[in-house]
């Protein structure tokens, strides 16, 4: 096996570990001999792929909100529909599909990822404002198509991010969990409900 492979396989075997114990035992109580004892790799080698444990954290956050904008721009290009419900439930069905088919994931990102750090928070806002110009972009198709009010969305969008990101904190948080179709049924019909007003 050639040296990259195996370096990235250890990277791999990294995050992996390091989102099983910041989502079990949480990430401030989290230590890196921890984190390298569970993915069988010397700390020596874990300084060679990170500074510290938080730029794990902020790997895996921005992992797992690129991975889930990656699904939904690959939906939407396979999208012909120009109908607004047909695109938005499309879209929503992509992201929720990504978000909770580990439910480690919504518990890292808007649990274990908040307010760590200034870098931290700047990375979460930064994605904030990604997501908010995705959603404001398909209302602003909406009114283009005559099927929503020709308005300022905003913040609309920003609110509905919010809103999206209460869900699925909710979500991994509830026991026994919500079904993921009753989550995505909830995020569509106030998506809906706010563009189309």
Known sequence: MASEQR???RRQR???AALHLFTTLGYR???IVQICAEAGVSTRNFYEEFTGKEQVLLTLHDLINSTALDRVRAALAELESQDVVVRITVLL??????VTADPR???LNYVEAVGVSEELERQHQDWVTRWADFIEAEARHAAANGVAPDRDYRLTAIALVGAI???LREWQAHRPPWPVADIAAEIRGVMLAAILR
């Open 29 to 31: 109580q989290t230590k």
């Open 93 to 98: 069905d992509a992201f929720v599909a990504s």
């Open 14 to 16: 990294l995050l992996e």
């Open 105 to 107: 994931l919504p518990r």
């Open 165 to 167: 990101t209460g869900l």
């Open 7 to 9: 370096r990235a396989q």
